[in-house]
């Protein structure tokens, strides 16, 4: 949001304050400066001249030559390619030496070979306004020669980011009230501008009828007859385009002044074009409204719109009807402020994908207690600006609701959590009643204070709390270190566990990735069945996107775009993985999170290398291979699920009764979306899985002192036997000579011609040691034997002799 300084001038004297000075006391009151812009000239060589005469330049047909009375005696020549003057208009006068916004120093020169002592200037190329289409004609009451810094002044604009709880900061008054607090200067005038002196009456159905009083609890009316709409005053539009805003007519112009200077929108209604009173309605289903930004708008029943007897005419809280809104022509007002609930007025705009000033405000909250004195203040410009006359009622449809009320503040605990030794509580009462609360009561060590309507940010007593050291400042909080060692629990394991599982990965050349939770709708067929069977994907309400549709249901959909970005730029070797937090919806429609790691591989095994000319790309085992090194695995086992439309060869990983996730290769009609060159390899892991297998702590066995030796074996298998069941055999084996086994060749014939289809020939070498002695030969002839005979006997294996 944008501040003028010189528009908070007028509610509290800040000249005693630098620009620096005020952005730090905002920014440790937690509030960001984003950005602060000198406005207005900072040199006086611009002067106010009289254009004398003119003639056309003798060499160039667009350009003009120029008398100029600047106030020095004598006429100065200048050369102008503007269009929009006459003899005797006033003119902004650059002479030569000033030095214009952008850099740009004006010099004596020539154009087209006539002399030119000057630039005449538009309000762009001062820094003072939008292009006007040539010369800035001005005031013809301007002193000639008179500075033009001392005639439109300067000013300071900060750029605020203002956090979503901190409503009442959104206009020049609440800041002002901020800034009244933090620096202990008195406000000039009344603290906020809510009081009405208006009377008010209650409105007809015929006038105002609320048919969603929970959406629009409170709003009133008041017809204003005989208006002029015409230009704003000077400084009326100086106040607008200081904040960013152009000037449009007196009536818009005044209402976006009252919503910059109370944060309270308003909306003027021509009451010529509406059809009957105001009802405050759900929209019909399909119903049409073209909106002022010219705009045909098609609506639906979760609408809240504000309509007279035949059609709606506004988005409630978002922006007018097209049809109704103020012209030249008006000459009757219905001015309508209202409190509408911030839901529904988010909803709407994000629906319809139309932000506005007004909804950014009603979409945080506003102060409903401020709508009567807002309303007041609007009419009171319009009567001065544009004259008519106002009815000297105020219609009113339900009650401004009390979203604030009394919070209660123990002052001990108060004290003990802002750890200021220093700080009384007589202090601390004092900045909150700066901060404009009241205190009620007091006693017994505790206090009650009456929140204003417009913090709606202070609900409790540890509220309180944070605003009293804002104001004193962190600063003055001593240092100490009063840290103790503190038992570890579930919470830190999960963490510590999770970082070794990124530090494992990421030693072994995988890159972390960070992906967003939301995914669009076709990218969840590489997210569904990634998990339960019987989830499906969470879908939003209201989504900001067609790209942010769903809750994502796995991490791979996001691995793949990560994926697809890295080939864009070139990359062929991909190594990634993600932890994060995956949501599924149940069948009982509730949605459940679970924590989950993902890795996916593709393109060459290695780096690129001088000496290796034809790299081999990874393939599953290496995918596998990673995952068997994660902490928590251990005899990984692969049992084959079926292929879908995103994934092939997609096994279940279990470790034991564990099931720890799956692995699959991307099926090459979605790697060719993503341009891969290679195979495209995913796995995805249950992070509480393989935290049951992480516990306890790590075990190491020494060196072995003696040597081992080795025996092949090999035999036929049925070809759909699983390799997990070989696997298991040898590792079930209670063989204390047996050291390990490794599978070294697996050989298969669809011919049939060496070995039956059907049939698969393995190699394995059994390695065997002693910790003790070095085995003989018979031993391990002996150990050999046993295991090979029990190899045929457990297994449907035949023996290759």
């Known amino acids: 949001m944008q501040v003028s300084l010189s528009w908070l001038s007028t509610h509290l004297d800040l000249g005693s304050h630098s620009t620096a000075q005020l952005s730090d006391l905002l920014t440790f009151a937690g509030i960001e400066v984003e950005g602060i812009e000198e406005r207005g000239l900072a040199t006086d060589k611009v002067v106010v001249a009289r254009i004398d005469s003119f003639e056309p330049h003798p060499n160039a047909d667009k350009l003009s030559v120029c008398q100029v009375d600047d106030g020095s005696g004598a006429l100065r020549q200048i050369v102008c390619g503007a269009k929009n003057f006459k003899a005797g208009d006033k003119v902004p006068l650059a002479l030569p030496g000033a030095l214009l916004p952008g850099g740009f120093e004006i010099k004596e020169g020539k154009l087209r070979g006539v002399v030119s002592g000057g630039m005449m200037c538009s309000p762009k190329e001062l820094g003072l306004g939008e292009d006007t289409g040539g010369l800035w004609i001005l005031d013809a009451g301007l002193e000639i020669g008179r500075s033009l810094a001392e005639i439109v002044g300067s000013d300071t604009v900060f750029d605020l980011e203002i956090t979503p709880n901190r409503s009442d900061l959104l206009s020049h008054l609440g800041l002002a009230r901020e800034l009244a607090a933090l620096t202990g200067l008195p406000l000039k005038g009344a603290r906020d501008h809510a009081a009405s002196a208006t009377a008010i009456r209650e409105a007809t159905a015929d006038e105002v009828r609320l048919e969603a009083p ?67 309605r759900r929209a019909a289903e399909g119903e049409t409204l073209r909106t002022l930004d010219e705009a045909e708008r098609t609506l639906v029943a979760e609408d809240l719109v504000i309509a007279d007897a035949k059609r709606p005419v506004a988005v409630a809280g978002v922006m007018g009807g097209l049809e109704t809104g103020v012209t030249e022509s008006t000459t009757d007002l219905l001015l309508e402020a209202a409190y509408f609930t911030p839901q529904v007025v988010r909803r709407g705009a994000r629906r319809l994908g139309l932000s506005s000033d007004s909804s ?46 009394e919070v209660e503040l123990e002052e001990a605990r108060a004290l003990r959590l802002l750890g200021m030794p220093a700080l009384t509580i007589d202090e601390a009462h004092a900045i909150l009643e700066k901060l404009g609360l009241e205190k009620t009561a007091a006693g017994h060590g ?94 939003l309400k209201n989504p900001l996107s067609e790209d942010h549709t769903h809750l994502r249901p796995s991490l791979v959909p996001g691995l793949l775009a990560t994926a697809a970005l890295n080939i864009r730029q070139g990359a062929q070797r991909l190594r990634f993985f993600e932890a994060g937090r995956v949501f599924l919806k149940m069948p009982n429609g509730q949605v459940r999170e679970e924590e989950r790691l993902a890795l996916l591989l593709s393109g060459p095994a290695t780096g690129e290398s001088w000496h290796e000319k034809q790299q081999r790309a990874v393939d599953a085992f290496d995918l596998r291979g990673l995952v068997e090194a994660l902490p928590g695995v251990a005899a990984l086992e692969l049992r084959r699920q079926n292929d879908s439309d995103a994934f092939l060869l997609r096994h279940e990983l279990r470790a034991g009764n564990r099931v720890l996730g799956w692995i699959a290769q991307v099926h090459p009609a979605r790697s060719r979306t993503l341009d891969a060159r290679h195979p495209v390899y995913v796995a995805e892991l249950l992070l509480s899985a393989l935290r049951q297998g992480a516990g306890g702590p790590a075990k190491f066995e020494d060196l072995p002192r003696f040597p081992s030796v080795t025996r092949d074996v090999a035999f036929e298998l049925p070809l759909d036997l699983p390799n997990a069941r070989v696997e298991a055999f040898f590792a079930g084996l209670k063989e204390p000579l047996l050291a390990g086994a490794a599978l070294f060749d697996v050989f298969v014939d669809a011919t049939g011609a060496k070995i039956a289809a059907d049939r698969k020939s393995t190699a394995w070498t059994l390695t065997y040691r002693a910790a003790d002695r070095t085995l003989e030969t018979s031993e391990v002839d002996a150990v050999h034997a046993r295991i090979v005979a029990a190899l045929e006997k457990s297994l449907p294996a035949s023996l290759r002799r």
């Open 214 to 280: 929970e959406d629009c609890p409170f709003y009133t009316a008041r017809r204003i007859r005989g208006v002029k709409v015409g230009p704003s005053p000077d400084w009326l539009k100086a106040r607008l385009e200081s904040v960013g805003l152009r000037p449009i007519n007196n009536i818009v112009d005044i209402t976006n002044f009252v919503l910059l200077e109370m944060g309270q929108p308003l909306h003027a209604f021509d009451l010529a074009k509406l059809d009957g009173g105001i009802v405050v």
């Open 360 to 405: 950014y405000r009603f979409e945080r909250g506003v102060d409903p207690l401020q709508v009567r004195g807002a309303s007041d203040l609007a009419v009171q410009l319009i009567l001065t600006l544009a004259g008519g006359k106002a009815d000297e009622e105020l219609r009113v449809a339900g009650a401004a609701p009390a979203l604030t009320g």
């Open 446 to 539: 505790k206090s009650c204070w009456r929140v204003p309507g417009y913090r709606l940010d202070l609900q409790r007593g540890v509220d309180l709390v944070e605003e009293v050291a804002r104001v004193v400042g962190l600063d003055r909080v001593p240092a100490k270190f009063a840290a103790v060692m503190a038992q570890g629990d579930a919470t830190d394991r999960q963490y510590d566990h999770g970082m070794q599982l990124r530090q494992a990965l990421a030693a072994r050349g995988l890159q972390e990735a960070q992906t967003l939770r939301l995914i669009a709708a076709n990218q969840l067929d590489a997210g569904l069945g990634a998990g339960d069977p019987v989830a499906t994907a969470a879908a």
